[in-house]
């Protein structure tokens, strides 16, 4: 157990389905990340939230929806899915926003878009 | 754009051999971190180096910063069956976004 809890961890979707990521840490830590983990590519930031606001969006489709109601726990709603979407999505906590601080990665979800 | 290079990409090695990952920045570094990702597993944030020239040693892991801060190397000395795994380095840029760029890895495999 890492401090940050993601569930399901596994997740297989339709390309029509709704479904939801949670993450949730009581590290006491103050910025939250999404990340996606696909094969033979970086770790790409996807999301970053520094005291429950939004800093950071790399761009990610619309598909994508974040949210994070308090400083424990952070979503991510997912709809209508491609499958190049597949991919381990990693969810990570730092005590603060920007250097110096490193990563408390959870295990992720591995989602599989069918 | 702003890049962090690793290698090697793979890397095999007998056990009880030694091991070595680079990283090269495009740019001047503010903080490199590194992290180990076990098979199946999630990166687990092993140390950060802040320093010019810094070196830290934790058991037979040796990790450098470079002089010039664009550069970073991690040494595993005597490998063992549970080095195995994905080493990443992550450039922090020290900019106003102080933004953090993985690696892609180096997946080190020991051979028995």
């Known amino acids: 157990e890492t401090g940050v809890t993601q569930t399901p961890r596994h997740l297989v979707m339709g390309m029509t389905n709704k479904k939801s990521l949670k993450c949730e840490q009581h590290l006491g830590h103050n910025a939250m990340y999404w990340y996606k983990q696909s094969a033979k590519k970086p770790l790409e930031l996807m999301f970053v939230y520094s005291l429950e606001e939004r800093v950071e969006n790399n761009s990610v489709p619309s598909r994508f929806s974040p949210e994070c109601p308090n400083s424990s726990h952070l979503f991510l709603h997912l709809h209508t899915l491609q499958p190049e979407d597949s991919a381990l999505y990693l969810c990570a906590s730092s005590q603060g926003q920007g250097a110096g601080y490193g990563y408390t990665f959870g295990s992720g979800t591995r989602l599989t878009v069918v | ?112």
């Open chain 2, 1 to 112: 754009g702003q890049q962090v290079m690793q290698i090697p990409q793979y890397q095999h090695v007998q056990e009880g051999e030694d091991f070595t990952t680079y990283c090269n920045s495009s740019t001047t570094l503010s903080n490199i971190q590194w992290y180990k990702q076990r098979p199946g597993g999630h990166p687990v944030f092993l140390i950060q180096l802040v320093k010019s020239g810094e070196v830290k040693k934790q058991k037979r892991l040796t990790f450098q910063f470079g002089e010039a801060k664009k550069n970073s190397s991690l040494h595993i000395t005597a490998t063992q069956t549970t080095d195995v795994g994905t080493y990443f380095c992550a450039g922090i840029m020290g900019n106003r976004d102080d933004k953090i760029i993985f690696g892609k890895g180096t997946r080190l495999h020991i051979l028995p």
